[in-house]
């Protein structure tokens, strides 16, 4: 029995790893580029067209920012023009001179609403975008957005998505989930959970959003997430009196997306036949030699009287 459930502790194991997380990106005056991960079997799953000849932009979409003393978290997506590929999730632990993804891109997920209510519990709204925006689920961290763990709000396949949501405590939060016409008794649910944000139970489901729910939180007057149109990036900026400086910056246009192409090459030419001279070939009416010389035709054998 231990040697059975050790071996699928290893399988268990090995089926949770995960690509190697992309390099560190430092920040020295000019916007950072965010790795763009854009596969054949992205392009065909999600219907886009792109090609060698003219391959699909991809763009960082940057939407969550939280400042815990030295330390940043941003939140976000990777997108085409017609299709979302992959959240994001970046950490500095200097102030924003160097950034690290801390929880690997979930595939087809938007990540948007941010909250920490301390120096170590928050969360990070998100939904996977296809056709319409479904399964909606948050991101949990306990150790200040370090490592995250994902957490659905829904027990099964759902559309929607997180309109708002807000945590009184470590434990206790209240979300929005706007269902898209999709259920029985109402487009709007209003969800609790008691279990920081590991479960969710339903509390009211209506036609439209409850006027008296309050969910917002008030924003920070010392940071923001601003984008920058003479620069095209995201610039994570401090406050230093009256203007803004920025301590970091992401390019808006990360990259491309585009299949490989395949390099075509002449097939090899067949090797050259070499027989040993004089040698005689079994079963052959004739024999060669190298060097050009004609074929002797065998000598006729004699009749025995």
């Known amino acids: 029995m231990r040697q059975l459930v050790s071996f699928l502790l290893v399988v268990f194991s090995l089926a949770a790893q995960t690509d190697p997380a992309p390099p560190p990106l430092v920040y020295e005056g000019k916007p950072m580029q965010v ?78 609403q941010m909250q920490f209510f301390d120096l170590a519990n928050g969360w990070i709204a998100g939904q996977l975008i296809a056709s319409l925006p479904r399964d909606p689920f948050f991101l949990v961290t306990l150790d200040g957005g370090r490592t995250w763990r994902q957490r659905p709000v829904f027990g099964d396949p759902h559309l929607g998505s997180i309109e708002k949501f807000h945590f009184t405590s470590a434990a206790e939060g209240r979300v929005l989930v706007d269902r898209a016409q999709s259920g029985e008794g109402g487009r709007y649910a209003l969800l609790e959970s008691k279990t ?86 079994s079963g052959a009416v004739e024999v060669f030699q190298i060097g050009g010389a004609k074929p002797k035709k065998p000598e006729p054998r004699k009749k025995k009287r």
């Not at 090609?51 to 932009?57: N, Q, V």
């Not at 003393?69 to 632990?93: C, D, F, K, P, Q």
């Not at 067949?270 to 005689?280: D, I, K, L």
């Open 196 to 281: 920081g944000g590991d479960s969710w139970g339903i509390l009211q489901i209506t036609t439209q959003a409850p006027a008296n729910l309050r969910l917002e939180r008030a924003s920070s007057t010392a940071w923001r997430l601003h984008a920058n149109e003479g620069t095209k990036a995201y610039h994570v900026e401090r406050r230093e009196g009256q203007r803004w400086s920025a301590v970091s910056a992401f390019r808006v246009l990360a990259g491309t997306c585009a299949p490989a192409e395949l390099l075509l090459t002449e097939p090899p030419e067949p090797p050259e036949p070499s027989v040993a001279a004089g040698a005689a070939v």
């Open 35 to 112: 790795p763009v991960t854009c596969t054949e079997d992205d392009i065909q799953a999600l219907g886009m067209s792109c090609s060698a000849e003219s391959p699909c932009p991809v763009y960082l979409e940057l939407s969550g920012l939280e400042v815990l003393a030295g330390r940043m978290i941003l939140a976000g997506n990777l997108h085409t023009e017609s299709a979302t590929l992959s959240s994001i999730v970046l950490i500095s632990e200097d102030s924003g001179k160097t950034w690290l993804e801390s929880h690997p891109r979930i595939r087809q997920a938007a990540l948007d």
